[in-house]
């Protein structure tokens, strides 16, 4: 059992940056990828990030030149870095792990607001 809590959101101006955490503890070894999710209002849940247990990255279009995902396997924390922020980034973001069996979890999420 993984168990994720998000962190780093809040209320930042267009064009300014964030980074959003996402610390695990339980079975972190069991963890075969870890990714972000973002889900704005009144839109479904998507995509934006994931790094594997071997560190590949893959990015959604839509982050790909601003959002930077990364890991830190000693604080067992993922990151993900956004830059230029635009007001079509406000959302809700989660993490994700998922372990060696697919199995899925997800953090309760952290609100980013971009707005001047």
């Known amino acids: 059992q993984v168990q994720l809590v998000e962190s780093g959101g809040g209320l930042v101006q267009p064009g300014g940056s964030l980074r959003l955490s996402c610390a695990a503890s339980?079975?972190?070894?069991?963890?075969?990828?870890w990714l972000w999710y973002r889900q704005a209002p009144g839109k479904e849940r998507e995509f934006s990030a994931v790094i594997s247990r071997g560190g590949v990255t893959n990015y959604a279009d839509s982050a790909k030149g601003r959002f930077t995902i990364s890991r830190d396997n000693v604080k067992n924390t993922m990151y993900l870095q956004i830059n230029s922020l635009k007001p079509e980034d406000t959302a809700v973001y989660y993490c994700?792990?998922?372990?060696?069996?697919?199995?899925?979890?997800w953090g309760l999420g952290t609100q980013v607001t971009v707005s001047s």
């Open positions: 339980g079975s972190i070894g069991s963890i075969a990828a």
């Open positions: 994700k792990a998922v372990d060696i069996r697919s199995r899925a979890c």
